[in-house]
């Protein structure tokens, strides 16, 4: 309080404890939040082999099998997400002139492939319209992670078409689902964060896709945000460092 030179030692490194005592917070309750998210698909394992072990004859090995891949890709995607989180701001993101258009097209494919996996038999896949074209100066590996999470969410919500449109230095992705209320577009950034509405994480997400593209886009010098698509489902929008 006197201004003196222990005052101007002590201001920083009280600044310097609080920003660990908060990083140490949320670590502590990304663990907490990690492990009862990674109890679900596990706990749905271990019920399914001690039904199949105590009924061998109710439970067919086909019935088995179908059970146990759904918990297991379930269980894949949150682990994969758990690492790229995990690593985030553990290493230099490269910087090059990247094709944006090049790489949506390169996304695109692989997130329909993985829709029409999760979806009931008989469950058309939306359609996906790619337009526009443009650049970024990113890393095309992290920056290729943040728009698929943006498709994947955009596909799982979607009642029938997904528009990516691509100009310089960003990415659109429109879907016609059912959208995001105002008041819930930024919660739905916090991890594990579940809606009440028909776009929770149930519907095949673990509940990361939204924090990971925003934390890659943010960690590339560029930000994803979520708007109202004029026909009320949810325009997400993905920017990215380019030179004018």
Same mark, same amino acid.
């Given at each position: 309080?006197?201004?003196?030179?222990?005052?101007?030692?002590?201001?920083?490194?009280?600044?310097?404890?609080?920003?660990?005592?908060?990083?140490? #917070?949320?670590?502590?309750?990304?663990?907490?939040?990690?492990?009862?998210?990674?109890?679900?698909?596990?706990?749905?394992?271990?019920?399914?082999?001690?039904?199949?072990?105590?009924?061998?004859?109710?439970?067919?090995?086909?019935?088995?099998?179908?059970?146990?891949?759904?918990?297991?890709?379930?269980?894949?995607?949150? =682990?994969?997400?758990?690492?790229?989180?995990?690593?985030?701001?553990?290493?230099?993101?490269?910087?090059?002139?990247?094709?944006?258009?090049?790489? =949506?097209?390169?996304?695109?494919?692989?997130?329909?492939?993985?829709?029409?996996?999760?979806?009931?038999? &008989?469950?058309?896949?939306?359609?996906?319209?790619?337009?526009?074209?443009?650049?970024?100066?990113?890393?095309?590996?992290?920056?290729?992670?943040?728009?698929?999470?943006?498709?994947?969410?955009?596909?799982?919500?979607?009642?029938?078409?997904?528009?990516?449109?691509?100009?310089?230095?960003?990415?659109?992705?429109?879907?016609? &689902?059912?959208?995001?209320?105002?008041?819930?577009?930024?919660?739905?950034?916090?991890?594990?964060?579940?809606?009440?509405?028909?776009?929770?994480?149930?519907?095949?997400?673990?509940?990361?896709?939204?924090?990971? #593209?925003?934390?890659?886009?943010?960690?590339?010098?560029?930000?994803?945000?979520?708007?109202?698509?004029?026909?009320?489902?949810?325009?997400?929008?993905?920017?990215?460092?380019?030179?004018?």
């Amino acid at each position: 309080a006197g201004g003196d030179e222990l005052g101007a030692l002590a201001r920083p490194l009280n600044d310097m404890l609080d920003r660990l005592e908060s990083s140490a #917070a949320r670590q502590r309750a990304f663990v907490a939040d990690a492990a009862h998210e990674l109890r679900s698909p596990v706990a749905a394992l271990r019920v399914s082999v001690e039904i199949a072990q105590e009924h061998p004859e109710a439970y067919t090995s086909a019935e088995l099998a179908d059970d146990l891949a759904t918990e297991v890709q379930r269980l894949d995607r949150l =682990v994969d997400d758990l690492l790229v989180l995990a690593r985030l701001g553990a290493t230099t993101a490269r910087r090059e002139t990247v094709d944006l258009r090049g790489l =949506v097209d390169g996304v695109v494919p692989g997130s329909v492939l993985a829709a029409g996996a999760s979806r009931p038999a &008989g469950s058309p896949v939306p359609r996906v319209e790619t337009t526009g074209a443009g650049a970024a100066e990113t890393d095309p590996s992290a920056a290729g992670r943040a728009v698929r999470n943006l498709v994947d969410n955009a596909l799982r919500h979607a009642s029938s078409r997904v528009l990516v449109q691509v100009s310089d230095g960003e990415v659109v992705v429109v879907d016609d &689902g059912p959208g995001i209320a105002a008041a819930d577009r930024e919660r739905v950034f916090e991890r594990f964060t579940r809606l009440e509405d028909g776009r929770q994480r149930d519907a095949g997400g673990s509940g990361l896709g939204l924090s990971i #593209a925003r934390e890659v886009a943010r960690e590339l010098g560029g930000d994803v945000r979520l708007d109202e698509a004029p026909g009320g489902g949810v325009r997400a929008t993905v920017s990215l460092p380019h030179e004018a």
